[in-house]
Nanobody, 119 residues
């Protein structure tokens, strides 16, 4: 089993920045790719960004490209999401998720951290 705990959310003005962290515990040696998803009130959960185990491969939703950066520190079992140029439409609960090798599905999820961007 893997446990994920997000932190770093908060209230920020349009154009501001936040850095989210997701700390993993448990079977961390088996963690593969990790990702961030978000869910706004009344909307479906959507993909934000993902990063491979090595950190050498990343992918982003079109809506955040050029503004958000995903990274990871395997020594600290932590994945980060640096969010710059925040917009009101980025307001959501942000969840991190992990794949446990060799599976290719995100089977482990954190509780989420609220990000609110005021206009």
């Amino acid at each position: 089993q893997v446990q994920l705990a997000e932190s770093g959310g908060g209230l920020v003005q349009t154009g501001g920045s936040l850095r989210l962290s997701c700390a993993a515990s448990g079977r961390t040696l088996s963690i593969g790719a990790m990702a961030w998803f978000r869910q706004a009130p009344g909307k479906e959960r959507e993909f934000v960004a993902a990063i491979s185990w090595s950190g050498g491969s990343t992918s982003y939703a079109d809506s955040v490209k050029g503004r958000f950066t995903i990274s990871r520190d395997n020594g600290k079992n932590t994945v980060y999401l640096q969010m710059n140029g925040l917009k009101p439409e980025d307001t959501a609960v942000y969840h991190c998720a992990a794949q446990l090798m060799p599976r290719r599905t995100y089977d482990y999820w954190g509780q989420g951290t609220q990000v609110t961007v005021s206009s």
